[in-house]
């Protein structure tokens, strides 16, 4: 016997848990052809040591999606949540790729200030002379010359100076962004850059993006394009008015149209990633029309490589969201 507390990186016990649970309301995850795929996904990102090591955090929000798709009611959930969890394991290696250039920048970075100590040493003055007459042969060439720095001391300097000048690069792209496009909502997530689009992106009902809109997208191409290193995630979402599966359709489709006219600017398809999360992920209650208005939104989301800057909801997703699905004879995707 035990208490029922699981250790919170214990994902593949939630899941064969859950998996009794599913099997009694007669869905058998083991043969959804989504569910299989997402689950061969995460094990092998999980025996991959630099993603486990690297994007600990989404893979185990991934962990924790699967056990509630074991969990799921009819077909229809078990397959949502088997795509949103197999996103979050394409999240995960995103951020790993990244992550691990920047703990090979940060060890630079501290061989560069341990070379900037050494220097500061050498060039220190040497202290007096307890005897005045010459030092001994043996001796000679230690006094107070410093050794030139020689190739080994010049990488981790420029190292720092690299890591400097994204840091300023970074900011200035922000500010970049924020005054090339006035309409759209451009903030810093932790350390993601979200970009909103406007609300008046995708008709009334339709998953087609405005061209009036997409011919605005040109100043974020550039900044991609300027930065090969950066992943791109763009999320859909609609309000909680009518049906759950139509708007996570809806959701998904806005988000692959945004997607598809990146790639015809000239942004590689395998950089970006599309998520359609229908009503499960609102900013506001659904309760008032200003509410449902901001929950109809589609992001992109400029991704940096710490695992903890998420993109992912929490593990509620389809289980229960923040604010309540509202039973409406609308379809939730108006602007």
């Known amino acids: 016997m035990h208490d029922g507390a699981l250790h919170p990186g214990s994902g593949g016990l939630l899941i ?46 991934a962990a924790r999606t699967l ?31 990244t992550r691990g250039a920047e703990a090979r920048l940060e060890i630079l970075t501290r061989q560069a200030r341990a070379a900037a100590a050494k220097a500061r040493r050498a060039t220190a003055a040497p202290p007096p002379q307890i005897q005045p ?12 010359t410093a050794t030139p720095a020689g190739p080994d001391d010049d990488a981790p300097r420029a190292a720092v100076a ?5 840091a300023e690069r970074d900011t200035a792209q922000v500010r970049r962004l924020e ?10 997530d932790k350390r993601n850059t979200v970009i909103t689009l406007p609300e008046t992106s995708f008709p009334p009902g339709t998953t087609t993006l405005d061209p009036k809109v997409s011919d605005r997208l040109s100043p974020l191409v550039e900044v991609l394009k300027e930065n090969l290193d950066r992943k791109v995630v763009v999320n859909g979402h609609t309000d909680d008015s009518g049906d ?54 589609v992001e992109i989301v400029l991704m940096r490589s710490d695992p903890r800057s998420e993109t992912i909801p929490p593990a509620s997703v389809g289980m229960g969201p923040a604010y309540p699905h509202r039973p409406s004879p609308g379809i939730g995707t108006s602007p």
């Open 67 to 97: 056990a509630q798709a074991q969990e799921a009611e009819d077909l229809a959930q078990l397959r949502h949540l088997s795509y949103l969890g197999r996103k979050q394991v394409d999240i995960a290696r995103a951020v790993a790729e």
């Open 162 to 166: 690299a890591a400097a000048a994204a």
């Open 179 to 188: 005054q090339t496009l006035p309409d759209f909502k451009v903030q810093v």
């Open 16 to 61: 064969v848990l859950a998996l009794s649970v599913a099997a009694c309301a007669g869905i058998e995850p083991a043969k959804d052809e989504v569910y299989v795929d997402a689950s061969r996904h995460l094990a092998e990102s999980r025996a991959d040591p630099d993603v486990s090591r690297h994007a600990r955090v989404p893979l185990n929000a």
């Open 244 to 297: 759950p599966q139509q708007n996570i359709r809806i959701s998904n489709a806005r988000a692959e149209s945004v997607k598809a006219r990146l790639v015809d600017m000239g942004i590689a398809e395998t950089r970006i990633l599309t998520i359609g999360y229908g009503h499960n992920s609102p900013i506001a209650s659904n309760d008032t029309a200003a509410g449902r208005r901001a929950n109809r939104r």
């Open 133 to 144: 007459m010459a030092p001994p042969p043996q001796a000679e060439g230690r006094g107070g």
